[in-house]
């Protein structure tokens, strides 16, 4: 069900005609309430798309009726004039919807620096408005509208006691996403007023949307936004909510991982023992984005002498003498040389996990990521994106 | 004539019976002086080779009077019997030269993890020693031991007013080496003192071996060094040296990122108007090491918006509306906007012009790196390396 499985959200997926594919490419989401509390964490890319900027400005308000989506274009780095093209698509929506532009939230996704076709945006805004349906197809047909080089739509729900969390992402990531762009909507019906939603929404993705790491680029257009529509009349603990929003967001994580570009891996980074989070989350993020840790996964080879090079660069506490490194369960590296043979190792699989305990503290962090692949450099290299 | 184009310099490159395949594997470069100055540089990577450890230790002397180099094993992540390892071999090589261990440098690239088969690296010492000759051939036979993947031998001289220097190199990087290790022995008959020659070392590799970035990969490796005979007599000023020394660097530099793994692209890329000269190098690194930027060059397309997202990452100062980008001498975006559309910038061939200008200010740097192609992903994932 997805972004429409809370109770008091309609949503819609039309071709308005901004893809020259043809395929669905603009994805309305409304709250029709009775609550309107919104929130939403962005791009920390210093180039910023128009969108991002318009929906970080409304969000001031923690208010939001619609969010509206779209594909075939990110209008990043088009200007005072993408600005203005954002602008006049909220607009277009709060007059459908007969509300304000503040109360309109819209998310990009494409190729940078093109503007987009304004009037196939209007009359899609037009057409979106009159599919608009609480059904699951219409959710369905909304996570579908938003996908660009992704090869499925990517949805998720969970269900509280008397509420609920539905969502959808596409693309590969918050902070490091593997292409234009990472968006995602989640709608709830539980009660929950602007602040704690924006509390809830940072702690999970922080370490949800935040831990994938696919290619370490960080887009221009990153947005996750939740939608509380309150309609369910129940109001869960802030804890409850935060812990049932997270396991969504992991849901849709891992979807992401799954369908990264040329993956053929999904690699699991675990950094235990480290004297931070913020420790062991740089490490991981420095091995997830090493490409030739990610060749060697690829080539199913446990060539751990890589992860040991990889995390050397790090900007964090290392002892060589106490590092272990494990894949797959087997240790490889410990007591500063060579543990076990690595041939032991049976990297075949499409799992992998890679353990590296620092022995230094108490913290830990799980990074995931993907391999480097032949089809990886194919979609990215022969294909403008 | 490389390393011993120099006066007072012997070489030899030995197939020691490390490397499986019976290549080449085990080199020596003597200086016979008068004089014996010398100094280093060696990788920032935490985890630290057995040789970096030993070489940067017997280094504080500025001294050396030798340097055996081997290919076939990294000798890293081996724990106190690899350092000891290193030790044995340095003393062999004293032992042959009726020197001090203490005067011996030793540098080993290959997989990391493996002890060296000491057997074959002691009698590699004693073939290299009777080896041992002043000619052009010697030196070649050196530079080719060393080599792991590279396809070619890489060497370069210079010539100063009644003295010169010569060098070789291996690998792909000093701070980012496209695999195991970058290893280069400098040579030069100049009258120069240990003091002098650290300072000219450290400025010549900080704008030529530190500014080549092919994957963000730093070795535990990494060494270059330089010896000073003194046997031409001259004495040049530090300038003059320096100035010749990275003249060889980057003669070197450009070497390495021609015959990188799998590249089909040499990438230049300027970032100008920067505030400060090392927000200049930490923006070009980020575009070099971007694997979307890196695919798109790959597949020849000016895809600006890609160098946009990479550069929006950076630590730095960043003005949207002053940047420019420009390839290959065509402008596509500058004012916040597109500038001129794609088509008309022509990457098709092999070398490639990225210049960012920040507007920011007067600094400047130039970042070389290479492409991301089907045939590194090929070589890193089909072979332990």
Request: glycine share 10%.
């Amino acid at each position: 069900m997805s972004v429409t499985g809370p109770a008091g959200f309609r949503a819609a997926g039309v071709a308005a005609g901004i893809k020259a594919s043809g395929d669905r490419d603009l994805a309305l989401v409304v709250n029709d309430g009775p609550g309107q509390a919104a929130a939403g964490v962005f791009t920390t890319n210093k180039v910023k798309a128009a969108p991002v900027l318009w929906s970080r400005q409304v969000l001031q308000e923690r208010r939001l009726r619609a969010v509206v989506l779209n594909s075939g274009g990110a209008n990043a780095c088009t200007g005072p004039e993408g600005f203005q093209d954002t602008h006049a698509t909220a607009e277009k929506v709060a007059e459908v919807l007969g509300t304000g532009a503040i109360e309109v939230a819209v998310c990009s996704t494409g190729l940078i620096g093109e503007r987009l076709p304004m009037d196939a945006v209007r009359s899609g805004v037009d057409a979106a408005a009159r599919a608009l349906d609480g059904s699951e197809q219409a959710a369905t047909d909304a996570a579908h509208a938003v996908l660009t080089t992704d090869t499925k739509a990517k949805q998720a729900t969970g269900q509280g006691e008397g509420w609920s969390i539905g969502g959808f992402v596409k693309g590969a990531g918050m902070l490091a996403p593997n292409l234009a762009t990472m968006l995602s909507v989640l709608t709830t019906d539980a009660v929950i007023d602007g602040e704690n939603l924006d509390k809830a929404l940072r702690a999970a993705t922080r370490v949800t949307f935040d831990r994938l790491d696919v290619d370490g680029g960080t887009s221009t257009n990153d947005t996750v936004l939740v939608l509380a529509s309150g309609a369910s009349g129940v109001e869960p603990s802030l804890a409850e909510f935060t812990a049932l929003l997270t396991s969504v967001s992991q849901d849709l994580v891992r979807q992401l991982q799954a369908d990264a570009e040329g993956a053929t891996k999904a690699i699991d980074i675990t950094v235990r023992g480290a004297a931070s989070e913020a420790d062991a989350v740089h490490i991981g993020r420095i091995i997830a984005e090493d490409n030739l840790v990610k060749t060697a996964l690829f080539g199913s080879d446990p060539n751990w002498g890589r992860i040991a090079m990889a995390l050397g660069r790090a900007e964090a506490e290392i002892d060589v003498d106490k590092l272990e490194i494990a894949t797959n369960g087997v240790t490889l590296f410990a007591g500063g040389t060579k543990a076990r043979d690595r041939a032991e190792a049976d990297l075949s699989g499409r799992d992998i996990e890679i353990v590296v305990d620092l022995h230094l503290g108490e913290h830990e962090a799980t990074i995931l990521t993907t391999d480097l692949s032949h089809g990886y450099v194919e979609e990215n290299s022969a294909y403008s994106s």
